[in-house]
């Protein structure tokens, strides 16, 4: 009976004793749980995270001579990692290894897979372009009231279910490709008289409404909604590839204006673009730059995605930088931390421009809005030529220690001097530049 209680004793002494250590580390046991469950660094680099690990920490790898950790190859032999010592990765060859973290050797705090990849070079991008857009289907923005010959107001296309955000893609069986092509298929099948089947897409699902379209004063068929089939802008190009002739541009999704929908793309293209002017920036209201199209029968490229993390295609024209004539590494999001870095814009005419940053927070699993980067705009130039972030400023390239590391995405409303960025690695996957990871 003695030696029970001893040895409840003890237990319950141990487990108080790792209560505290526990409690006294929960910040790192937090940050260790926000790392992502799959790391990538390329065959040339380093991935560093301020982590600081709790004394007794271990960590061990499956699989030897892939990666190193704090100088040591965690696959020969379980590394002792020093408190307060930033944990630090080092590819050594191609491979994929998983690592586990333990506290003093028993309880395990976090199993992670490092993949190490072939290395990958873009040429930075920092140009102005125009974004001409042409939607599959139309989008409908809004509800119109239809007034009948008896001067009553109706709305058709309400009154059967369609809401705004809907791409409206086949009407009574026939596509639909534009805005005028759809008001002329209403007018021919409303002479038939009946509903017409409307197919629209809602949130990736499809369905089909009946709708019976109401004949104006005019003596036009109408359905009682505005729509729209395309959007056009002027944006940031983040990255060319010249080996594959691949781009990516303005790191966030292009939305329909009135619906904040995504816009799925039947055809676009992108344009030279130079920058007029600038609105700049104030708290509560976000600047812009003014830009023209530059000879918009000349496409540079095509856009075939349209995608949370920016718009994708095929460039048909040779694109340079001067700051980077030749492809620099691309920074995976392992690489990034939080400090000093460059970003390259126009501000004036189609001239590019290196401007100082500061990195400020780095969330490197997927964001859903793509937003991993919080950073701020140091550079005393561009704060005097634009107080911070402007729209038209999306899709800007970051750069880290010489390489490509993300793209600025959007502004803080009340605070333009900040903002938020994407890491180039999600822009890479959606570009098909690398696979996703899973």
Do not use: C
Not at 165 to 173: F, K, M, Q, R, V
Not at 249 to 269: C, P
Not at 340 to 362: F, H, M, S
């Amino acid at each position: 009976m003695v030696h029970s209680r001893q040895r409840l004793r003890r237990a319950a002494g141990l487990a108080l004793m790792l209560a505290i250590v526990l409690a006294a580390w929960s910040p790192t046991l937090r940050a260790l749980a926000g790392l992502p469950d799959r790391i990538r660094l390329t065959a040339e680099d380093a991935g560093r995270f301020d982590l600081h690990l709790p004394p007794g920490a271990t960590l061990t790898a499956d699989r030897p001579g892939v990666l190193a950790v704090n100088g040591t190859d965690p696959g020969l032999a379980a590394t002792h990692l020093d408190a307060g010592q930033p944990l630090a990765l080092q590819s050594l060859a191609p491979g994929e290894a998983s690592l586990e973290v333990r506290l003093f050797g028993i309880l395990p705090l976090r199993r992670l897979s490092v993949e190490v990849v072939a290395p990958l070079r873009l040429i930075p991008g920092g140009h102005s372009i125009g974004v001409l857009l042409r939607s599959r289907g139309v989008l409908v923005v809004g509800y119109a009231a239809v007034r009948d010959g008896s001067g009553q107001a109706q709305q058709p296309g309400r009154a059967a279910g369609i809401e705004p955000g809907d791409a409206i893609l086949s009407i009574g069986g026939e596509p639909v490709t534009g805005e005028e092509q759809a008001g002329t298929l209403i007018q021919r099948l409303g002479e038939q008289g009946g509903a017409l089947g409307v197919e629209v897409r809602r949130r990736g699902h499809m369905a089909v409404h009946q709708v019976t379209p109401v004949k104006d004063g005019s003596g036009r068929w109408r359905l009682g909604l505005y729509i729209r089939d395309g959007a056009a802008g002027v944006g940031t190009l983040t990255f060319f590839d010249p080996a594959t002739r691949r781009y990516g541009a303005l790191g966030h999704v292009i939305a329909e204006g009135h619906t904040g929908q995504a816009i799925d793309v039947r055809e676009g293209q992108i344009v030279a673009a130079s920058i007029a002017s600038i609105d700049k920036g104030q708290p509560g209201v976000p600047g812009e730059k003014v830009g023209v199209f530059v000879d918009s029968d000349r496409s540079l490229g095509s856009i075939e995605r349209n995608t949370r993390v920016g718009i994708f295609g095929n460039m048909r024209q040779v694109l340079t930088n001067p700051f980077f004539p030749q492809p620099i590494p691309v920074g995976l999001s392992a690489m990034v931390y939080e400090g000093p870095a460059e970003i390259i814009t126009v501000t004036r005419g189609q001239k590019l421009e290196r401007y100082q940053i500061r990195i400020l927070r780095v969330v490197r699993s997927p964001q859903p809005d793509g937003k991993n980067l919080v950073i701020k705009i140091t550079d005393p130039r561009l704060l005097s030529e634009t107080r911070g972030i402007v729209q038209g400023m999306s899709g800007s390239p970051i750069i880290q220690d010489g390489h490509l590391v993300g793209a600025v995405t959007h502004v803080f409303v009340n605070d333009p001097t900040r903002g938020y960025g994407v890491l180039l690695e999600q822009m890479l996957a959606e570009a098909g530049l690398i696979t996703p990871a899973a």
